[in-house]
């Protein structure tokens, strides 16, 4: 099959669909198909066959950064669905009505287009405006033939705001990669609680600071035996260095600021997490970090008890924390640090519970979808 990959956004930026439509597509090479990227401008793409159909702008929206595209060239759109002949599109939602839904309008009468929905809105602004964006796009839906949603939040989601009934295929992780992470030598004098994500204050980096100094102030001695590493950046460093500087002073822990990490740290990193934690806020569908660090053999994994992160971790108990209530995070910090047999249960049911999310097991699912929806087009073309 020909298939080509959908996103209003940059693919050359290390966020969660662009991670998703990477190993996708990897994936789907691997097997010999064909595989393109119709996106907004991406110079530092390493991916072949990348169609660059629109400058993008940086906006804020769900309390994230992201771009969204300018109005694309319908003339360059039509000129590469003529060209290429697409056997699928798969669009990547929700999307922009000036690129990826120009393209759907665009798509040949034998192309199938499938959906994957990923968001989940992050408060009454967000959730308003993307339910306006559904009603937008109602003609543009009924183009598609499948909608997919990464979790069981993003699969309400697209019902609720968008009408859309869909089938969930979580989000993917290629094991093997981060079965290849080692914890770092340098770190290995004492429990590491590592934290990866950007430093904004919906994925939670500063009320991990107040669990940790909770923690601290209940159990002054866990200064001398863990270690707080953070990792990412964002327009938040500089606000919780100066809440570490406190911290440090106060208690002498050892807190680590990493800086972003590139694909190739991350799995080090996790590795050496003796606690991986995700306080997240909200604002998402899944959470593809949280099935890296499992992969990467992360002791224990906890994350914000929002309806994505539930979606992973609900169904081990112990697993989901409250960012907003310092001592109730802290105390469950520290009976996993603690409780050898508590740290034992918990690794143990992640360990099996991440292998459901491997490439390996759900590309072959999305193949599956492919192969069934293409054969019900009219005039689909045999390869």
């Avoid at 990412?232 to 002073?249: F, K, P």
Wanted: proline share 5%.
């Amino acid at each position: 099959m020909k298939i080509g990959f959908v996103l209003d956004d940059r693919l050359d930026k290390p966020d969660g669909v662009q991670q998703y439509v990477k190993l996708v597509g990897s994936w789907l090479s691997g097997r010999g198909h064909e595989v393109h990227y119709l996106v907004g401008d991406s110079p530092n793409a390493s991916q072949t066959n990348v169609h660059h159909l629109s400058r993008t702008v940086g906006v804020k929206f769900n309390k994230n950064r992201m771009a969204i595209p300018l109005p694309a060239s319908k003339k360059q759109i039509n000129e590469v669905l003529k060209r290429e002949h697409f056997d699928v599109l798969h669009v990547q939602m929700p999307y922009s009505p000036h690129l990826a839904g120009r393209v759907v309008r665009a798509a040949e009468p034998q192309t199938a287009v499938v959906g994957t929905f990923h968001i989940l809105p992050h408060g009454t602004l967000s959730s308003a405006g993307t339910r306006a964006l559904g009603a937008y796009l109602r003609r543009t839906n009924k183009r598609f033939d499948r909608f997919i949603s990464v979790s069981e939040a993003a699969r309400i989601f697209a019902r609720s705001h968008f009408g859309i009934n869909s089938v969930v295929l979580p989000n993917v992780v290629e094991m093997t990669t981060y079965k290849k992470g080692r914890p770092l030598a340098r770190y290995s004098d004492r429990q590491n609680i590592v934290f990866l994500g950007r430093l904004v204050n919906r994925k939670g980096a500063p009320y991990l600071l107040k669990a940790y100094s909770s923690l601290l102030e209940a159990h002054p001695e866990m200064a001398k035996t863990t270690r707080l590493i953070v990792c990412g950046d964002g327009a938040e460093r500089a606000q919780l260095e100066q809440t570490v500087a406190v911290i440090t002073q106060k208690y002498g822990a050892e807190i680590i600021f990493t800086g972003f990490l590139d694909e190739t740290d991350k799995p080090h990193y996790l590795a050496s997490a003796t606690v991986a934690v995700f306080p997240s806020t909200g604002g998402e569908s899944f959470g593809i970090v949280l099935i890296e660090a499992m992969a990467a053999a992360a002791g224990v994994v906890l994350g914000g008890d929002n309806p994505g992160y539930s979606s992973v971790l609900g169904p081990i108990n112990g697993t989901l924390i409250d960012p907003y209530n310092a001592r109730s995070f802290a105390a469950r910090l520290y009976a996993i640090l603690s409780d050898s047999k508590e740290f034992k249960r918990i690794h143990e049911a992640q360990y099996e519970l991440v292998k459901q999310f491997d490439i390996a097991v759900v590309g072959p699912k999305i193949e599956a979808l492919y192969t069934t929806v293409l054969a019900a087009r009219p005039h689909s073309i045999d390869n």
